[in-house]
């Protein structure tokens, strides 16, 4: 947990003014930091910060509920904007939707209902992921998945959004 709350901080403080966020986290049911996308100041990224440094780890796994929260809110955005979700996670689906075929499903019909173009990439942590999962998330939603050992998220993600490797992430809509 503290791994992933480091990268999620490192992606608040290094957004940019114009784009737009939100933090979804998620054990036996998801939560998030707004119920909208927030745009981009100093005091929304203070505010998310002291969100992130809250969160604990404790419960199940409930990957349906967070993208059931998520997926919705880029309804408004479009697509001259770059729409992103970037999923952390270290378990298995364990609550909510738990077969991985109906799980896929889920997630596909969110995205194709609020009709934008929406990038997800993937991050498994440690050896209790679901690969097939997470894989096919990535691949059947214009992203990526890759997985990582147990201490390697903060540094991946650093090396992710490093302006070398940034595809042009000016005005962007991200969900962490």
Known sequence: MIQAKDAAKFIVNNLNEGDKFNIVDFMDYAYAFRPYHVNYYLNSKDSAIS?????????????????????????????????????????????????????????RNLIISTETNIFLYCFGIGSDVNVQLLTLMGAQNNGLTEFLGNDELYSRITDFLSPDQEPCFTHTNYYI
Do not use: E, M
């Open 51 to 107: 969100y992130i440094n809250a969160l604990q780890a404790n419960g199940l796994t409930n990957i349906s509920g967070a993208f059931s929260l998520a997926v919705p809110q880029f309804s408004s955005a479009n697509d001259s904007t770059a729409n992103i979700i970037i999923f952390f996670t270290d378990g298995q689906p364990t609550a909510g939707i738990t077969n991985t075929t109906q799980l896929l499903l889920h997630i």
